[in-house]
């Protein structure tokens, strides 16, 4: 049973997932807007607000946190560009809509963006 394991695996290794999810996360900083299956879409979202919440801090220590996740161009565009237009909110940073299922294999697809 998977009683409180709340995080999806995508039938991948740890740091496959990890992999994973850093490269979404620097595809939708440098885009703005992503379209991918719906179950990513829904995993990348806490996983990037939580990076936008530190970049609201803006100090030293948190960009080189942030750095170490995403790496520095990202982390650069992350701190000076998108966290400065959310200093008033509290969360909610990202927006994920559904789509129609895709054609080939009918998965869910989503767009994920910043609000």
């Known amino acids: 049973m998977r009683h409180h394991n709340t995080k999806r695996k995508f039938g991948?290794?740890?740091?496959?997932?990890?992999?994973l999810m850093r490269s979404l996360a620097v595809n939708l900083i440098k885009n703005?807007?992503?379209?991918?299956t719906e179950a990513k879409a829904k995993e990348l979202r806490p996983f990037i607000e939580k990076l936008v919440t530190k970049a609201k801090g803006g100090d030293l220590a948190k960009r080189r946190t942030v750095a170490s996740v995403i790496g520095i161009l990202s982390t650069k565009k992350l701190?000076?560009?998108?966290a400065?237009?959310?200093k008033d909110r509290n969360g909610g940073y990202t927006r994920i809509t559904k789509m129609p299922r895709r054609k080939t294999d009918g998965s869910k697809i989503s767009i994920i963006e910043f609000v």
């Open 32 to 36: 703005d807007k992503i379209k991918t």
């Open 12 to 19: 991948r290794e740890t740091n496959q997932r990890r992999a």
């Open 84 to 86: 400065p237009k959310y």
């Open 79 to 82: 701190f000076d560009k998108i």
